[in-house]
Structures are given as C-alpha cells and as structure tokens.
C-alpha cells in the first residue's frame, strides 16, 4: 500500500518546474534586472588589451539579449584584431556571459566563459550608469569596470589591482549600440 501510495504522489504531484513556467516572473527578479535595461542591443567599437609586453587592439561587437522575460541577459563578445606582420585578423577576445539577479542572496551574478577554456562566476555589482565585477587571484585582483558614458557609450576598463601598488589598466573598450537584439 506505501508503495502504490508513493508512486501515486511522485505520478500525479506538481513537478517545479512545470510550476514555474506558468506562474508570473518573481518581482524581485524583474525590478532587479530593470537597472540593467539600457544593456540589450547590439553594441559595436574597438579597444586594446595587454598581455604582457604587446597591446593587442581589436574591433568587435557586443550582443546582449534580454532572456526568460527579463530574467537573465545574454551576453556574447566577439572581438578582433591584426597582430603586427600579420596578413588577416585574427580572435583576440570572444566571450559569453549571464547575468542575473538572485533575490534570496539580493545578488547580481555573473558568469562567464572564454573562447580560452576559461570559466568564472563572480558577483556582479550594479551601478547608477555601469557595474563592476571582480575576479581574485593569487597574484592579486582582476577588475572589469562598465560605465555608460553620457554620450551613450559603453566604457568597459579592465585593471589588475595588486595590494600596496597601483592598479595597472591591462583592457579597455568603447562601444555604440547600433541596433536592438530580439528578446525572449
């Protein structure tokens, strides 16, 4: 009978998931991700970064895309630039990105993967006119800075801040959004 009971309840119970596409959107989540509304579109320009004694600059575009009805941005950054004696252009950065907001830690998260292999999960912290967000290394701190300028561009610096010292600008972009991107 606990049998026939249990297989009743796991056959006929709600399952969450089903629960939660047809229930509205949390409204934490929603107002959270408002903040970040001007990000959606397509954004276009160039910048440089530094890796070790060569700057690389680079030309590319940002896509970003509002995704689950306002529930997560997709970001995807796909970059690229001629190194010197070089016959053609070649990836310098190429990465894909989420952010979202977790109501129960009150969060913006940020997760992010690199054409390079690399992953990273950080928190993302918003800003009137930008965010920031950091990664820590033995070496010391990575530092990626947006800000919307007040003609519209998108300013994105990177530093690598180590403790006692300077920080020292390794990335930079500017970006203008050219058009708007289909969102779901």
């Not at 990465?95 to 992010?112: C, E, K, N």
């Not at 033995?138 to 801040?161: A, C, H, K, N």
Request: net charge neutral.
């Amino acid at each position: 009978m606990k049998t026939i009971f249990a297989f009743a309840f796991v056959l006929f119970a709600p399952m969450p998931s089903i629960a939660q596409e047809t229930s509205a959107p949390p409204t934490a989540q929603v107002e959270a991700m408002k903040r970040l509304a001007y990000m959606p579109g397509v954004w276009e320009g160039e910048g440089w970064i530094q890796r070790g004694p060569q700057r690389q600059t680079f030309r590319g575009r940002e896509v970003v895309q509002a995704k689950l009805n306002g529930l997560a941005l997709l970001v995807e950054g796909n970059f690229t630039g001629r190194p010197p004696g070089a016959d053609r252009d070649i990836p310098v950065h190429t990465t894909l990105g989420v952010i979202s907001y977790d109501a129960q830690a009150h969060a913006y998260r940020f997760l992010s993967w690199l054409a390079t292999g690399t992953s990273g999960s950080a928190t993302l912290e918003v800003q009137d006119r930008g965010w920031r967000w950091d990664i820590s290394s033995p070496q010391g701190l990575i530092r990626y800075s947006m800000s919307l300028t007040d003609s519209g561009e998108w300013l994105e610096v990177g530093d690598f801040i180590r403790e006692g010292a300077s920080p020292i600008r390794f990335f930079e972009m500017r970006l203008k959004k050219i058009g708007e991107t289909l969102s779901h």
